[in-house]
């Protein structure tokens, strides 16, 4: 099974990449007039209705490195989860899936090296109930 980091790096993913800045400007309103700002400060000396306006190139550029950057992480989640299935081939479809839901419950807040870390425990708790069951069963 493979780190999240080497799943990061097999799909070029880089979790915190910065993304490109998006440039605003500031519009006053007064006298009905509009005068365009610089800045949020001096729009407020001119006129206290102003709004911020984003620059829509600067604006799109940061929307397609987001897009970008969720399809990576998706591509990252998928080679990551794929080495736990292969990891884990051994068992049934639906007892990987019940351990990896319990596993996922218990630590995804610490992230995928968590949850893989306690996917054996999980397991392990399956196969001695498992084990108990078959032996009740007799």
Not at 104 to 120: F, S
Request: glycine share 2%; aromatic share 14%.
């Amino acid at each position: 099974m493979i780190t999240w980091e080497e799943a990061c790096n097999k799909a070029n993913y880089v979790e915190c990449a910065e993304p490109p800045p998006v440039s605003y400007s500031w519009y006053a309103y007064r006298d009905g007039q509009a005068t365009r700002f610089e800045s949020e400060e001096e729009a407020i000396l001119h006129s206290k209705m102003f709004e911020k306006v984003a620059d829509p190139i600067t604006e799109e550029a940061a929307e397609k490195f987001k897009q970008e950057q969720e399809s990576l992480a998706m591509a990252a989640a998928t080679i990551w989860f794929d080495s736990m299935l292969l990891e884990y081939n051994e068992l049934r479809p639906d007892l990987f899936k019940l351990c990896y839901e319990q596993a996922y419950n218990n630590a995804y807040m610490h992230g995928y090296d968590a949850i893989a870390e306690n996917m054996d425990g999980v397991i392990d708790f399956a196969n001695r109930v498992s084990g108990l069951l078959n032996e009740s069963s007799r």
